[in-house]
């Protein structure tokens, strides 16, 4: 049977609402409307997109679209977004912590090219028009690493054939992952995609040459922490 993740428009605001007693970060994620969208649809999303391009970049919007699935608390966004600030990123996520503590750095540091969203990167394709992804990040996410759970891994071949279409010509996958059963899945099914071509690939990425202009997420600092195991990367570009 094919994964159908929960679409989180079907959930009554209302309700999580009453739920912002048990968790805080609920209520917080209403307090940065220009930053995030905790319950983003496709008009909203547009809308406030298109807006945050003009304000910030002017009506000649010059740079490239960048997105990450699973964003967490937004370190590795804001290092890209400060680094290319001409360029226009968007960070997806599911956990209201992680949400309002990124939009709280993004705002104390006035970032202004950055816009988040609650959502899964299954529905990701549903706010976009084709040819409009430079490039998309998705570091570690979840493996699901028991054979029941194997559908519910975000870089499937349904997900990529799906995705094909958003990128631009010679747009990019960045993929980083310490699970190194699903960084050889992923990489075998990429060869199988006559639309991806693989440039870049390390079972060890802070070992190889590419650690050079690597840029640390949360977990990334966790695990050095804890000894370095190692970290899949690679860059595939899309045709």
């Not at 000649?60 to 890209?80: D, N, Q, T």
């Not at 975000?154 to 992952?177: A, D, Q």
């Not at 000894?227 to 595939?236: D, E, R, S």
Request: charge should be positive; aromatic fraction near 12%.
């Amino acid at each position: 049977m094919r994964y159908r993740p929960k679409n989180l428009r079907d959930e009554n605001p209302e309700v999580l609402n009453q739920l912002a007693k048990y968790n805080p970060y609920i209520a917080r994620v209403y307090d940065y409307p220009e930053l995030l969208l905790p319950h983003p649809t496709v008009e909203n999303f547009q809308e406030l997109w298109a807006r945050k391009n003009k304000d910030t970049l002017g009506d000649a919007f010059p740079g490239k679209v960048h997105i990450e699935i699973g964003c967490g608390s937004s370190r590795y966004l804001i290092e890209w977004a400060l680094e290319n600030s001409q360029d226009f990123f968007i960070g997806l996520e599911l956990r209201y912590k992680r949400l309002v503590l990124a939009a709280k750095k993004i705002q104390k540091q006035n970032i202004r090219n950055i816009l988040l969203l609650r959502e899964r990167g299954e529905f990701l394709d549903e706010y976009l028009t084709h040819k409009s992804i430079d490039c998309l990040h998705i570091n570690f996410p979840d493996p699901w690493s028991k054979k029941a759970k194997l559908k519910h891994r975000i870089l499937s071949t349904e997900f990529l054939t799906k995705m094909r279409p958003y990128f631009c010509s010679g747009g990019e996958l960045r993929f980083k992952t310490d699970h190194l059963e699903y960084f050889k899945t992923v990489t075998q099914t990429l060869n199988q995609l006559e639309f991806y071509s693989i440039d870049q690939h390390t079972e060890d990425l802070h070992q190889s040459a590419y650690d050079k202009e690597n840029i640390l997420t949360e977990f990334e600092m966790l695990f050095k922490s804890k000894g370095n195991p190692p970290i899949g990367y690679l860059k595939a570009k899309a045709y």
